[in-house]
């Protein structure tokens, strides 16, 4: 059993940036895909990037392309999301996930997740 643990959330103004980590208990980690998703109150749970195993390739939501940049470090069992020009629109609880069967932009196709860091972009 796969345990992730985000970190890295927090209140900042729109323009600005912030990272958050995603950080595995196992190292079997290394060989998944692992994916960010965020969601509001009352909205369900929405795509924002995903990353292979190796790193190599990335898929983005359109909202956040050019102002987000997943990122990962097998050696730390480590995921990032480095997040810039934030705007309010980007508030949300921020989840990362892994995926073992590879990469995936449904919530559904994903087997492990985190508990959540909350991003707030103050406008």
């Known amino acids: 059993q796969v345990q992730l643990v985000e970190s890295g959330g927090g209140l900042v103004q729109a323009g600005g940036s912030l990272r958050l980590s995603c950080a595995a208990s196992?190292?079997?980690?290394?060989?998944?895909?692992v994916g960010w998703f965020r969601q509001t109150p009352g909205k369900e749970r929405i795509f924002v990037a995903v990353i292979s195993w190796s790193g190599g390739t990335t898929y983005y939501a359109d909202s956040v392309k050019g102002r987000f940049t997943i990122s990962r470090d097998n050696a730390k069992n480590t995921v990032y999301l480095q997040m810039d020009s934030l705007k309010p629109e980007d508030t949300a609880v921020y989840y990362c996930?892994?995926?073992?069967?590879?990469?995936?932009?449904?919530?559904?196709?994903?087997?492990?997740w985190g508990q959540g860091t909350q991003v707030t972009v103050s406008s």
């Open positions: 996930a892994a995926a073992v069967t590879g990469l995936a932009l449904r919530a559904n196709d994903y087997n492990y």
């Open positions: 196992e190292r079997t980690f290394s060989s998944y895909a």
